[in-house]
């Protein structure tokens, strides 16, 4: 079958590199967002969540940052491995009823 | 440690087919959702449910109904197959107004 990372924006980072992924939402009401990665052939996994109250989070390895008056958010991976090359998906949540919108996700690929 | 799982990973059916598509968790969560992902359109909502016996239509339920008879299980049911639900189909589900867990998915093909 397809893969999931078939026609999405690619960025190949170096081994050890940081990486920076980026999100534009389109909820300006939205008060919550996830980032999800997604490996080949699997389901998405939960890596970091921020609330509206809060501009930068960070978690082991990796940074969210919110910046509300764009309606920007990034992932930031520090020291990229080889088991970061995955699909990532941002999440926001603002229109009610425990729905999240998804973003359509980045491919990121790691270089040896 | 928390788990969704779903029936089957891989499911290879015929145009007009019945199909069900199970779910079950076991963090004991109130919502449950399904999903359709599929090369550059993303994750689509096709149902979800707030609680036994209720559900509510996503963004995408033409094609498709739901089953919620009990708390930890979410069937998802193609009436009859067709070719353009060949598709990666992901179940989640969430406590409240927070991350959803999502299972592995299954990947089905209608001949």
């Known amino acids: 079958g397809e893969s999931v990372g078939l026609h999405l924006p690619t960025l190949s980072v170096q081994e050890g590199d940081n990486s920076i992924i980026n999100c534009a939402y389109s909820n300006s009401a939205s008060d919550y967002f996830i980032w999800y990665k997604q490996e080949s052939g699997k389901g998405p996994q939960f890596i970091i969540d921020?609330?509206?109250?809060?501009d930068k989070r960070q978690g082991q390895r990796v940074t969210v940052l919110l910046n509300k008056t764009v309606k920007h958010l990034s992932l930031q991976i520090a020291a990229t491995q080889p088991g970061d090359s995955a699909v990532y998906f941002c999440?926001?949540?603002?229109?009610?009823?425990?729905?999240?919108?998804f973003g359509k996700g980045n491919q990121v690929v790691v270089i040896p | 440690d928390v788990k969704v799982t779903q029936s089957s990973r891989y499911l290879v059916k015929r145009t007009g087919e019945k199909v069900f598509l199970e779910c079950v968790q076991d963090m004991d969560h109130e919502n449950m959702f399904w999903y359709r992902q599929d090369p550059g359109l993303g994750l689509r909502l096709i149902y979800f449910s707030y609680d036994v016996k209720m559900k509510e239509k996503g963004d995408i339920p033409e094609g498709y109904s739901v089953s919620r008879e009990k708390k930890e299980r979410f069937s998802l049911i193609l009436e009859s197959a067709s070719t353009n639900q060949t598709s990666m189909y992901l179940c989640a589900s969430s406590l409240g107004w927070d991350e959803q867990f999502f299972g592995p998915g299954t990947r089905l093909t209608v001949l």
């Open positions: 999440a926001e949540e603002g229109y009610g009823n425990n729905r999240l919108a």
């Open positions: 921020i609330r509206s109250n809060m």
